[in-house]
Nanobody
Framework: VQLQASGGGTVQTGGSLRLSCAVP????????MGWFRQAPGKEREFVAT????????HYADFVKGRFTISRDNAKNTVYLEMNSLNPEDTAVYYC?????????????????WGQGTLVTVSS
């Protein structure tokens, strides 16, 4: 399954980026979605998740109030709007498809992963 994550790049502290993840319809139509990230030398960590209807979202504490996850099921795409970025947000960001209709912060509950898109925040 090919998940196409895009939208990464280099921004200055305080800047914004919007990540997108295109998912094959047969894979995502009734599944929760999530975003995770992995910084250099660190383990992958949960960022945000959304259920299949889009009405239930959850965030890691370190992004609450700054990041917003959303989805457009008509376009089979999930988004991550990132504001007030800081250097600690520098990482490769991955989108993933949950094994169920709900989202989760547990990476083991995800069946399919994208290739990742690099976000670099300069100070």
């Amino acid at each position: 399954v090919q998940l196409q994550a895009s939208g990464g790049g280099t921004v200055q502290t305080g800047g914004s980026l919007r990540l997108s993840c295109a998912v094959p319809k047969r894979t995502s139509s009734n599944n929760g979605m999530g975003w995770f990230r992995q910084a250099p030398g660190k383990e992958r960590e949960f960022v945000a998740t959304i259920n299949w209807r889009g009405g239930d979202t959850h965030y890691a504490d370190f992004v609450k109030g700054r990041f917003t996850i959303s989805r457009d099921n008509a376009k089979n795409t999930v988004y991550l709007e990132m504001n007030s970025l800081n250097p600690e947000d520098t990482a490769v960001y991955y989108c993933a498809v949950s094994r169920s209709a709900s989202g989760s912060s547990d990476a083991s509950r995800y069946a399919h992963w994208g290739q990742g898109t690099l976000v670099t925040v300069s100070s």
